[in-house]
């Protein structure tokens, strides 16, 4: 399995924030984000990747999980989830977990691998993220 890592710079596209009264400050949060991957890897060069996440939060530290795709050059994507912590202290929020490949289209049908993930919010709306893994590619989309 080869390994690569890269980044991206999103912006959020949709937020909706749900406050909980069970416990002080427990918020639900959803979000859309969407950011142009950088990668040394030809395969995730200038693809498009877009997430959504749920976060489970309580005074801003909790839980974060939800599902990715990308959108590569050619129009072929790879899916995957993900799940994580996020952590908030003062202004300052960073996430980091791990994320795995579900499929794909294309030369990514039947992908297989995942990795780690680390940002931070640089806004409220806008996140930086820097991941790597490794991948492997199907047999028969290689060939393709």
Do not use: C
């Not at 427990?26 to 693809?47: C, F, N, P, R, V």
């Amino acid at each position: 399995m080869p390994n690569f890592s890269g980044s991206f710079s999103g912006r959020a596209i949709s937020q909706t924030v749900v406050s909980l009264e069970d416990i002080p400050n427990h918020e639900l949060h959803l979000a859309t984000i969407t950011g142009l991957q950088k990668s040394s890897d030809e395969h995730w060069k200038d693809s498009r990747i877009t997430y959504w996440g749920v976060s489970d939060l309580v005074a801003g530290n909790g839980s974060q999980r939800g599902y990715f795709v990308n959108v590569h050059p050619n129009g072929d994507r790879d899916i995957g989830t993900f799940e994580g912590k996020v952590v908030t202290i003062g202004t300052q929020v960073t996430i980091e977990g791990t994320w795995k490949y579900v499929d794909g289209s294309g030369v990514f049908k039947g992908i297989t691998g995942g990795g780690t993930y680390k940002g931070r919010m640089t806004s409220p709306t806008e996140v930086e993220n820097g991941w790597e893994g490794k991948y492997e590619l199907a047999a028969k989309a290689r060939v393709a």
